[in-house]
């Protein structure tokens, strides 16, 4: 796995990773033991499964973004709260609303893209409809 990993980040070449498992053979009684491990199991219904695909958050162009995005939040947001002190026409002051929303979308983006965890739901198929003779489709209440 280590290897792999490697591999991914570009820091051990394909062809390096293939001279170092040569001669390296797994036994079938290894495979069962890896798939019964859980790597090809099927999960339960409703079962949260979270993969870590995005980047860490601590990376220093992450940060960067981050303040970046502060600094400019701050200048457009006081740059429009200075234009409707001082009756600035609208023009001037949709611009500057503009800017700072902007700003903020762009900061968040970064930090759904590259910050927060990727989860996904898993959710298995249900009926779309009631049929007619089940029971417990309608019930009836009283107020």
């Not at 792999?4 to 001669?23: C, H, I, M, N």
């Not at 290894?30 to 409703?46: I, L, S, T």
């Not at 990727?118 to 019930?139: F, G, L, Q, S």
Request: charge should be neutral.
């Amino acid at each position: 796995m280590r290897l792999l990993r490697d591999v991914s980040l570009g820091k051990v070449s394909v062809e390096e990773a293939r001279e170092a498992l040569e001669g390296i053979d797994i036994s079938e009684e290894n495979y069962v033991r890896a798939v019964d491990h859980g790597v090809f199991n099927m999960p339960k219904p409703g079962t949260i499964v979270r993969a870590s695909i995005s980047p860490s958050g601590d990376s220093w162009l992450i940060i960067l973004v981050g303040l970046w995005g502060i600094v400019w939040t701050l200048f457009w947001g006081g740059s429009l709260s200075y234009g409707l002190y001082n009756h600035w026409n609208q023009q001037m002051l949709a611009f500057d609303l503009a800017m700072t929303l902007l700003t903020i979308i762009i900061m968040g983006i970064v930090y759904l893209k590259y910050v927060m965890p990727d989860v996904v739901v898993v959710k298995h198929r249900r009926n779309k409809y009631i049929t007619r003779n089940d029971p417990e489709a309608w019930k009836k209440y009283e107020a």
